[in-house]
């Protein structure tokens, strides 16, 4: 696993003040198996604080290692940033009295691949980008390195619960638009004007069912060619353009 130096937290009490001050965590590892009283305290702090926790090979723990294995069987992998709330999306909109653009991303795993939406993004005019807390890349220092500095500029919102998010999105107005091979409408025939929400599937799977089912639109981009996919950021750009072309006719 790569990761900065700068985002790993290890060891017990590293780990549980880290939690303890509130800190921005994306998740946190702990050795597989071990009995061990204070690691228990961790996780269960860490579920009540809403941070991913999964239980791994001690190897795996030594590749993550920034200190060499004196990880103490849990290290913590913090965000690089603070995360928003989904209303500061909103607001943000609403004080530049522009029709909300929200993006929001179903389970990319890939923080490369999550910075790069964000910068395609950032470039588009979106005004925040929503992820789900488990199953997701978050904002770590790979994600922000590959944002090229986008993820500075972009508001960005974690959430427990991606369907929900979803439905208070559309009571707040907003038209939510998946995009999938085999979707109702072109890409190009699909009016994507007014207050929208668009929704990047992920690198493997494309969009969940539940989140399909709570689209208002689910578009497909014509391929042309023998490969049957595009990869995650390239469609985010594409769908994300297309949003902008529309709004600028």
């Not at 470039?123 to 978050?138: D, F, K, T």
């Not at 969009?207 to 390239?234: H, K, T, W, Y």
Request: charged share 20%.
């Amino acid at each position: 696993m790569n990761m900065s130096e700068e985002n790993i937290i290890e060891g017990k009490n590293a780990v549980i003040e880290a939690l303890r001050a509130g800190r921005a965590i994306d998740k946190i590892f702990l050795a597989r198996g071990t009995k061990d009283k204070a690691l228990g305290f961790i996780a269960s702090n860490a579920r009540n604080a809403g941070v991913a926790v999964t239980e791994c090979d001690r190897r795996k723990l030594d590749a993550m290692s920034a200190t060499g294995g004196a990880h103490q069987g849990v290290i913590a992998v913090a965000a690089a940033r603070e995360y928003c709330e989904v209303s500061d999306i909103l607001d943000h909109a609403a004080a530049l009295g522009e029709d909300p653009f929200v993006v929001v991303c179903d389970g990319i795993e890939d923080p490369r691949n999550l910075g790069a939406v964000i910068r395609c993004a950032e470039c588009a005019g979106a005004h925040g980008v929503v992820i789900p807390r488990h199953h997701s890349a978050g904002i770590t220092a790979a994600a922000d390195k590959a944002s090229a500095g986008a993820a500075e500029h972009m508001l960005v919102a974690r959430v427990a619960n991606l369907t929900a998010a979803l439905q208070d999105l559309k009571r707040h107005g907003l038209w939510v638009y998946g995009a999938e091979a085999g979707g109702e409408a072109q890409l190009w025939k699909t009016d994507m004007k007014g207050p929208i929400c668009l929704v990047i599937g992920s690198e493997g799977q494309g969009v969940s069912r539940l989140v399909r089912e709570n689209c208002d639109f689910v578009m497909s981009i014509p391929l042309f060619g023998q490969v049957n996919s595009l990869n995650a950021s390239v469609a985010a750009a594409i769908l994300m353009y297309e949003v902008v072309r529309q709004r600028h006719e």
